[in-house]
Nanobody, 114 residues
Framework: QVQFVESGGGLVQPGGSLRLSCAASGMIFRFTNMGWYRQAPGKQRELVASISTADVRNYSDSVKGRFTISRDNAKNTVYLQMNSLKPEDAAVYYC????????WGRGTQVAVSS
């Protein structure tokens, strides 16, 4: 069964940084395009960053230049380095494949507030 375990969230001040990690299992990770998604209260879940099996990376306009996605195929893990965080980045962050699997992890909460 596909599983995702996200970690690394927390409370930071505007302008701060966080590094999220996601351990994936139940698929052949190195053959899976991966993404980080987020869902803020009252909003739909959105894809904010993706990384292909060939390490091609894409970002939503809202995070471009501030977030960096990376992967470690030896560890079946995908990362999201988030810099210059803004209050509007506050959300629960999830990782999943692209296209996404039906199974989702619990996510990791990111709060940005002074």
């Amino acid at each position: 069964q596909v599983q995702f375990v996200e970690s690394g969230g927390g409370l930071v001040q505007p302008g701060g940084s966080l590094r999220l990690s996601c351990a994936a299992s139940g698929m052949i990770f190195r053959f899976t395009n991966m993404g980080w998604y987020r869902q803020a209260p009252g909003k739909q879940r959105e894809l904010v960053a993706s990384i292909s099996t060939a390490d091609v990376r894409n970002y939503s306009d809202s995070v471009k230049g501030r977030f960096t996605i990376s992967r470690d195929n030896a560890k079946n893990t995908v990362y999201l380095q988030m810099n210059s965080l803004k209050p509007e980045d506050a959300a629960v962050y999830y990782c999943n494949g692209i296209p996404n699997y039906i199974y989702w992890g619990r996510g990791t909460q990111v709060a940005v507030s002074s």
